[in-house]
């Protein structure tokens, strides 16, 4: 028990308690969202997001499975109509799964062993044990749609499982996002594949949660698969942004 307080309490101190951190959050996601966009959480977490977006007035449905997540999206959202909290995942087609938890770590929580054993072998999770795991249902992003309307945009961040999510999407959403990790460097060009099946995109980059551009200029395909090339050896992760071009 206390374990899972810390790593909630943990949490909550890196996602909300940094000052600035909200405001650059608003500042950075006006791009994609305005009053009453419709924007899709698939990771929700402890709510960060959820919180920006709201400000900025956008419509949110927060995707969470993890149980201590669920209780604090619940106690600061709950009471909010314009936000939808669903306790599920999000895959390929649904049904179920197992979601291992990371009880002191809930950050890194998944449902992709493979994705475990992957980023296992690197340093920085040499500390990261993935010690309890609960069954979840599983719906689809097409699912969310058909329910809550296409978003203006949609976060990705499932922990190894973003190809699954995406293999659940039949057309292409305005804008989205997904975590891109070099020590998974191959997960990541399967995910931009799978993006660039859906539409015309093109992208940019925000390395590890600063909410800043990586280039000036929005890239294709190519140039982002170049950038990874640059920002591999680093070990550093970060988020990819892709919009659709306009027409």
């Not at 961040?157 to 190809?163: H, I, K, L, N, T």
Request: net charge neutral.
């Amino acid at each position: 028990m206390l374990t899972r307080a810390w790593g909630i309490a943990r949490s909550l101190v890196i996602y909300h308690g940094q000052p600035g951190r909200h405001r650059r959050l608003v500042r950075f996601y006006g791009q994609f969202l305005g009053p009453d966009d419709v924007a899709f959480d698939i990771g929700a977490h402890v709510g960060s997001r959820v919180r920006a977006w709201r400000a900025l007035g956008a419509r949110v449905v927060a995707v969470e499975p993890q149980p201590d997540c669920l209780r604090v999206l619940r106690t600061f959202f709950g009471r909010d109509a314009k936000v939808t909290i669903l306790p599920v995942a999000i895959g390929a087609k649904p049904g179920t799964a197992h979601l291992a938890l990371s009880t002191a770590t809930p950050t890194v929580s998944t449902l992709s062993t493979e994705w475990i054993d992957t980023v296992s072998t690197d340093r920085s999770f040499a500390k990261v044990r993935w010690d309890r795991r609960v069954e979840v249902p599983v719906t689809t992003l097409d699912e969310l749609v058909k329910e809550h309307g296409e978003p203006a945009f949609c976060k990705i961040d499932v922990e190894g499982f973003e190809a699954e999510v995406l293999a659940g999407l039949s057309r292409p959403v305005r804008a989205l996002s997904f975590e891109y990790l070099p020590m998974a460097h191959d997960a990541g060009l399967a995910v931009l594949g799978q993006v660039e099946s859906l539409g015309d995109y093109e992208y940019n980059y925000s390395p590890v949660e600063t909410m800043r551009w990586a280039r000036s200029s929005w890239m294709s395909a190519a140039e982002l698969v170049a950038l990874f090339g640059e920002i591999r050896p680093t070990g550093r992760s970060g988020d990819v942004y892709a919009r659709l071009r306009s027409s």
